[in-house]
T-cell receptor, first 112, second 113 residues
């Protein structure tokens, strides 16, 4: 399961606060992804990046932002505009898109 | 919008029996279909995948079949074991004019010893 890490494991957000979730990979993968998982539902794509300095919106990008300044890192910021942020957030990477994705251990975000 | 329907939502089998999970997708451009296994509190892990130019793929006790005409693909697990108990997700993906991937809602598989 090594190679892709996420931190923190749990994160608490106060109303009106922006919080940033970390995702790092040492697999030399070009593509990285952020997903949101809600109870009883499948994963939904928030953002993805095919290459450094490039990223694209997924299906539920509103209220989230990302950056891809380094190949190894793809942080996700949950902004105050995201009104229902409580969920399990999963980061993944793959050599290229449409190839096997490897997931991180996830960050559970809770609202105080 | 595009969607993937996955059935059943819960499946209970006796150890040694087979389990079949079915998914139907709506985007005919989809060309990559992975299956993930997620144990409680853990990350999803790919167990098998299939591309649109192949009708069937097998890896030991696990197989996936794809019917492009019907936009339907299925996961087959034979000789089930208690450690197969988990939630299984299917997905349909495409990278034409931008990457898109839609996941099914998941199937919770219980294998009774």
């Amino acid at each position: 399961d090594g190679g892709i890490t996420q931190s923190p494991k749990y994160l608490f957000r106060k109303e009106g606060q922006n919080v940033t979730l970390s995702c790092e990979q040492n697999l030399n993968h070009d593509a990285m992804y952020w997903y949101r998982q809600d109870p009883g539902q499948g994963l939904r794509l928030i953002y993805y990046s095919q290459i450094v300095n490039d990223f694209q919106k997924g299906d539920i990008a509103e209220g989230y932002s990302v950056s891809r300044e380094k190949k190894e890192s793809f942080p996700l910021t949950v902004t105050s505009a995201q009104k229902n942020p409580t969920a399990f957030y999963l980061c993944a990477s793959s050599k290229q898109v449409i190839e096997t994705q490897y997931f991180g251990p996830g960050t559970r975000l809770l609202v105080l | 919008g595009e969607n993937v329907e996955q059935h059943p939502s819960t499946l209970s089998v006796q150890e040694g029996d087979s389990a079949v999970i079915k998914c139907t997708y709506s985007d005919s451009a989809s060309n990559y279909f992975p299956w993930y296994k997620q144990e409680l509190g853990k990350r999803p892990q790919l167990i098998i995948d299939i591309r649109s130019n192949v009708g069937e793929k097998k890896d030991q006790r696990i197989a996936v079949t794809l019917n492009k005409t019907a936009k339907h693909f299925s996961l087959h697990i034979t000789e089930t074991q208690p450690e197969d108990s988990a939630v299984y997700f299917c997905a349909a993906s495409v990278n034409t004019g931008g990457f898109k991937t839609i996941f099914g809602a998941g199937t919770r598989l219980f294998v009774k010893a």
